[in-house]
């Protein structure tokens, strides 16, 4: 079975610190995409990145960066030069293609907080 | 572009009653999945709907059902309701057929049960 493990409940910095949120999956296929999403407190779920398991790029977007790395199975996100509206719960999730159909497993989310 | 809505924002309800969660899919899409988030949780798949058919559907018993409309809006039905159904219910609509697997989701409906 597939699971994300987001070992950081919650993490606390102040602006203009660089973080970086962990994000550990385990899952038997081949084929699968990977995920971040940003969730602040009005409860959306926003996308922010999706990966496929063949593209080991690392990306940059902006103040955002991701590093995939097949061999420790981990799926990390870094925000460099953090902001207070960085603020909000980021999750991690691993998408299969089963029968035809696709579903997200979400970790359990790291709360970030970022002072000024 | 619409994005996902979700009606209503908030809903309580008593223990033993049933209750109906509405979604309409961002435009282009055609395919909608439900989650909920019980509180410091992430979120967990209820099922999916494409072609009006339930084609997916996780760990939930059968007193969670849905319905998806030659539109691609979905609804999803809760009966019997108890008190654990308390969470935050997400749809997430996306497209089969594509290269993506992304799915965006509305802002959610948070139902209390009492």
């Known amino acids: 079975a597939q699971k994300v493990t987001q070992a950081q409940t919650e993490i606390s910095v102040v602006e203009k610190e660089d973080v970086t949120l962990d994000c550990v999956y385990e899952t038997r296929d081949t084929t699968y995409y990977l995920f971040w999403y940003k969730q602040p407190p009005s409860g959306e779920l926003v996308f922010l990145i999706r990966?496929?398991?063949?593209?080991?790029q690392n990306e940059i977007s902006g103040r955002y960066s991701w590093n995939f790395q097949k061999s420790t199975s981990s799926f990390n996100f870094t925000i460099t030069a953090s902001q207070v509206v960085d603020s909000a719960v980021y999750f991690c999730?691993?998408?299969?293609?089963?029968?035809?159909?696709?579903?997200?497993?979400f970790g359990k989310g790291t709360m970030l907080l970022v002072s000024p | 572009e619409t994005g996902v809505t979700q009606s209503p924002t908030h809903l309580i309800k008593t223990r033993g009653q049933q209750v109906t969660l509405r979604c309409s899919s961002q435009?282009?899409?055609?395919?909608v999945s439900w989650y909920q988030q019980a509180l410091g949780q992430g979120p967990q798949f209820i099922f999916q709907y494409y072609r009006e058919e339930e084609n997916g559907r996780g760990n939930f018993p059968p007193r969670f059902s849905g319905l998806q409309f030659p539109n691609y809006s979905s609804e999803l039905n809760v009966n019997a309701l108890e008190l654990d159904d308390s969470a935050l219910y997400l749809c997430?609509?996306?497209?089969?057929?594509?290269?993506?697997?992304?799915?965006?989701f509305g802002p959610g409906t948070r139902l209390t049960v009492t």
């Open positions: 990966r496929n398991s063949f593209d080991e």
């Open positions: 999730a691993l998408s299969e293609a089963r029968s035809g159909y696709s579903t997200l497993t």
């Open positions: 997430a609509s996306s497209f089969t057929g594509g290269s993506g697997y992304e799915q965006y």
């Open positions: 435009s282009g899409h055609n395919t």
